[in-house]
């Protein structure tokens, strides 16, 4: 006989890549969603007030839940992390990314699409095959089709055992729920398997669009079913939610396995016997939480009710050390030291360098040629004065060709570290390791990277200007909305930056353009739209979702070395002494916290039930809070390892 549990269950199952996975692995909301999911529960002042927490940190704060989070096995590394927050591991034997490319599988393919794609890359992530970065349809009987089959039916077969064991224990709770990204839609049908609520998380915009003529299909083959979506109620599963990300599931290949194997109806909200629209039970649109910030990202009226964006989704600075001295002296010293064995690395970001990194672009398949990559880098160096800090992603065919190139070279190239090789006269550093890049990016004059939501989010944050050479998916989003924004240049083409061919001519054309593209991204205009996209990204945060300090009450924000002041119309005529100068620090929180400097403390009235801090020591002035610390003594001051400090004070 089953046991009743007692505390609810909630899983998260992200697949993909790092920047797929991660997110849902540490960034959540869950007084957001509690109150989304519990508005009896939760108050109004406690929605509004939300906190910004981890998947992790969801354990830590919601104590009553057992959570855990299913993903490859590839992402192991997370496990330890989340075992310290009390969060289960649970792997699946999927590869992130499934490769295929000219070397291995090229009938197949040229048979489908013909043998234009002289150098072409086909890979899978999650349920979707994607050529040269676009989605296809996936007919060909080739050995790389047959291989995804293979690997969708044995994720399918593990993602089932592992949600029988999780939720097949007893009855199910109302606070049951499932967290899916968009790689990972065998949790909707799993969800509504298991009687469990499903939620989408992601940190970008649906990396993929109806074809054109799906609503068209839709209406002649389901023509009850699109007039059930059309017709639903305010609140309830429509249309828009279909169009906007939920269309995959109305194909066959989803059909097939949610009758099949799960006895569900091949439709979804279809009675599994009759095939007609479930008209007696509407259920609820699905919350959509987006982990990207409004002002880097337009979010249209057209997107469903149920979306809502939570701004940037930054990872743990501990989690992002592969040294593992170097992340506990973060862990215990605000400091921006590294271990003793990483100072000729800290030495070198010193020099302000130039950031290159592709993170899995190599194991997708695309950097094929890493000798023209480099070469590509060295010419660039030996015309200009810059310095770059390559990270390798640990691909191994990258870091062959760096070791090589750095036993033939004249110059003594000693390793600095085991996981740094210098090249170039010790102007080129490749980095097989990893740091944060929220402590990296600040130190760096610019960011050559290829497009990803985390690396993009986190180069946003660090107010530095951007080269982006997108080659997939939403990278190709981020890439236009960076240019758009004014804080990198035009996009560049993958060829500009890992050219198929050795020869000169390649080589010497790929490097003109990168020069050039770098040139334009160290302009002052960039520059300066950079350090101004950052202070808004930066405000976003501290003011998130409050209408009286997001908006037009505010008349004055004053920002020194990333942190923001902000100053209420109806407390500066209380304020007079507090002068529209670089000594003001008068700063008011979502919550209600007021930090003023050491004049402002004895001429500023805080608003009503607001809490005043103001230390002995040094007249600093900080604040506590669940996600910041704020002072303003440098000494004293960090905020995720980012020194927040206001040194004019």
Not at 342 to 361: A, R, V, Y
Not at 433 to 439: A, I, K, R
Not at 498 to 523: F, G
Request: glycine share 6%; aromatic share 12%; charged share 20%.
């Amino acid at each position: 006989r089953k046991m009743e549990r007692r505390k609810p269950k909630a899983v998260f199952m992200a697949f993909g890549t790092k920047g797929d996975v991660y997110p849902l692995a540490v960034s959540f909301s869950p007084f957001l969603l509690l109150s989304t999911l519990f508005p009896k529960l939760i108050s109004v002042a406690q929605h509004r007030n939300r906190i910004r927490a981890i998947a992790a940190a969801f354990a830590r704060d919601q104590k009553q839940y057992d959570v855990m989070l299913i993903t490859h096995s590839a992402h192991e590394s997370l496990s330890t992390h989340l075992a310290e927050k009390h969060v289960q591991y649970c792997p699946v034997s999927s590869p992130p990314v499934l490769c295929a490319d000219q070397n291995n599988d090229t009938e197949g393919l040229n048979n489908q699409f013909g043998s234009n794609y002289e150098n072409w890359t086909a890979i899978v992530r999650g349920e979707y095959i994607f050529l040269m970065g676009l989605l296809i349809s996936g007919k060909a009987e080739s050995s790389f089709f047959l291989q995804k089959k293979k690997v969708t039916r044995d994720l399918r077969q593990e993602c089932y055992a592992l949600i029988e064991r999780i939720f097949g224990d007893g009855p199910g709770l109302d606070g049951d729920l499932i967290v899916i990204n968009f790689f990972a839609l065998e949790g909707w049908s799993l969800a509504e398997s298991f009687c469990v609520r499903c939620i989408v998380a992601a940190p970008y915009v649906v990396p993929y669009s109806a074809p054109a003529t799906f609503e068209s299909q839709f209406q002649i083959e389901l023509p009850l079913l699109y007039k059930y979506l059309i017709d639903a109620p305010s609140g309830k599963v429509c249309w828009k939610d279909v169009i906007h990300w939920m269309w995959p599931l109305f194909t066959e290949n989803w059909g097939s396995w949610r009758n099949d194997v799960l006895h569900l109806s091949p439709c979804p909200f279809t009675d599994p016997v009759t095939g007609i629209p479930t008209w007696h039970d509407r259920p609820q649109s699905p919350l959509v939480m987006y982990g990207f910030s409004k002002e880097v990202v337009e979010c249209p009226e057209y997107w469903p009710s149920k979306v809502l964006v939570c701004g940037f989704w930054f990872l743990p600075i501990e989690w992002q050390f592969t040294c593992k001295k170097c992340r506990k002296i973060s862990l215990h010293d605000s400091s921006d030291d590294l271990c003793p064995s990483h100072l000729e690395l800290q030495n070198f970001i010193k020099t302000t360098p130039i950031f290159i990194g592709l993170s899995s672009i190599g194991s997708m398949g695309f950097l094929k040629n890493p000798y023209a990559f480099i070469c590509v880098l060295q010419t660039v160096l030996s015309t200009t004065n810059y310095r770059f800090i390559l990270f390798t992603a640990r691909y191994e065919p990258l870091e062959s060709i760096v070791r090589t190139i750095a036993a033939e070279a004249s110059f003594e190239q000693k390793k600095w570290s085991d996981d740094c090789v210098p090249l170039c006269n010790g102007r080129l550093l490749c980095f097989s390791g990893s740091v944060p890049y929220g402590w990296l990016f600040p130190k760096c004059a610019a960011v050559i990277h290829h497009g990803g939501s985390g690396t993009t989010a986190a180069a946003l944050q660090a107010g530095t200007p951007q080269v982006v050479c997108p080659f997939i998916l939403d990278q190709f989003y981020w890439a236009e909305r960076m240019h758009w924004l004014g804080v990198s240049p035009e996009p560049l083409s993958r060829n500009h930056l890992l050219p198929d061919k050795n020869d000169n001519t390649s080589i010497h054309e790929a490097a003109r353009v990168l020069s050039l593209a770098i040139h334009d991204a160290l302009s002052s205009t960039v520059k300066a739209r950079a350090a101004e996209i950052a202070e808004r990204i930066l405000l976003e945060k501290l003011v998130k979702d409050d209408d009286k300090l997001y908006g037009v009450n505010i008349v004055i924000v004053i920002v020194f070395h990333n942190v923001v002041a902000v100053q209420w119309e109806a407390d500066y005529k209380e304020c007079n002494s507090a002068k529209r100068s670089s000594k003001v620090f008068y700063y008011i929180t979502y919550d209600n916290v007021v930090i003023v400097d050491e004049a402002g403390y004895n001429s500023c009235r805080a608003p009503k039930g607001s809490i005043t801090y103001r230390s002995g020591n040094d007249h600093i002035a900080l604040a506590r809070g669940p996600n910041y610390f704020i002072c303003t003594n440098q000494d004293h001051c960090s905020l995720n390892g980012m020194k927040i400090a206001v040194n004019a004070i």
